[in-house]
T-cell receptor, first 110, second 112 residues
Framework: SQTIHQWPATLVQPVGSPLSLECTVE??????LYWYRQAAGRGLQLLFY??????ISSEVPQNLSASRPQDRQFILSSKKLLLSDSGFYLC?????????FGQGTRLTVV | AQSVTQLGSHVSVSEGALVLLRCNYS??????LFWYVQYPNQGLQLLLK??????LVKGINGFEAEFKKSETSFHLTKPSAHMSDAAEYFC??????????FGKGTTLSVSS
């Protein structure tokens, strides 16, 4: 069966520090992968999506970047975190009519 | 461009009462529609989805939704609310294989 792993579950980072969130998928090949950010009262905002290795599309200009070094691995990064980067980050994969989400990472920038 | 509007950011019902969460969508192509539930500090769990088959879709935990093309709606209902239904609910729209576009969510509160 298909599963999606996302870590860490929670993270507290100081302003200006780097960030790396990792997402891996099992049980499927060549999935479309997505990073979303959820802020209170604002729903889920699509940040990045990838249709294959090395292919990244950005939906919103920001302080973050994404990479897909392997077929089933999707990484969200930042060189220097801002306070406004705090939020709940969700990784998702999509194939055909199915869409599954990871358990999320609660990022607090202090 | 696709979009989703969830009417009511907060809905309160009594235990045993009907649950109705509203969702209207905009799409230039036949859409795929989803409802997800989120419990605090957790990911999203799929409740049900519409993928151009039956217009009345039954999901988990007794929820169902009806796709009404003429009204561009996909409202979520449950005949009798349970305390465990208290959570945040998201409606989403997409085309096949593309990113899901979400509404802003509706928080459901259930009182005894």
């Amino acid at each position: 069966s298909q599963t999606i792993h996302q870590w860490p579950a929670t993270l507290v980072q100081p302003v200006g520090s780097p960030l790396s969130l990792e997402c891996t998928v099992e049980g499927t090949s060549n999935p479309n992968l997505y990073w979303y950010r959820q802020a209170a009262g604002r729903g889920l905002q699509l940040l990045f999506y990838s249709v294959g290795i090395g292919q990244i599309s950005s939906e919103v200009p920001q302080n973050l970047s994404a990479s897909r070094p392997q077929d089933r691995q999707f990484i969200l990064s930042s060189k220097k975190l801002l306070l406004s980067d705090s939020g709940f980050y969700l990784c998702a994969w999509r194939t055909g009519t199915e869409a599954f989400f990871g358990q999320g990472t609660r990022l607090t920038v202090v | 461009a696709q979009s989703v509007t969830q009417l009511g950011s907060h809905v309160s019902v009594s235990e045993g009462a009907l649950v109705l969460l509203r969702c209207n969508y905009s799409s230039s192509v036949p859409p795929y529609l989803f409802w997800y539930v989120q419990y605090p500090n957790q990911g999203l769990q799929l409740l049900l989805k519409y993928t151009s088959a039956a217009t009345l879709v039954k999901g988990i935990n007794g929820f169902e939704a009806e796709f009404k093309k003429s009204e561009t709606s996909f409202h979520l209902t449950k005949p009798s609310a349970h305390m465990s239904d208290a959570a945040e609910y998201f409606c989403a729209v997409s085309e096949a294989g593309t990113a899901l576009i979400f509404g802003k969510g509706t928080t459901l509160s259930v009182s005894s």
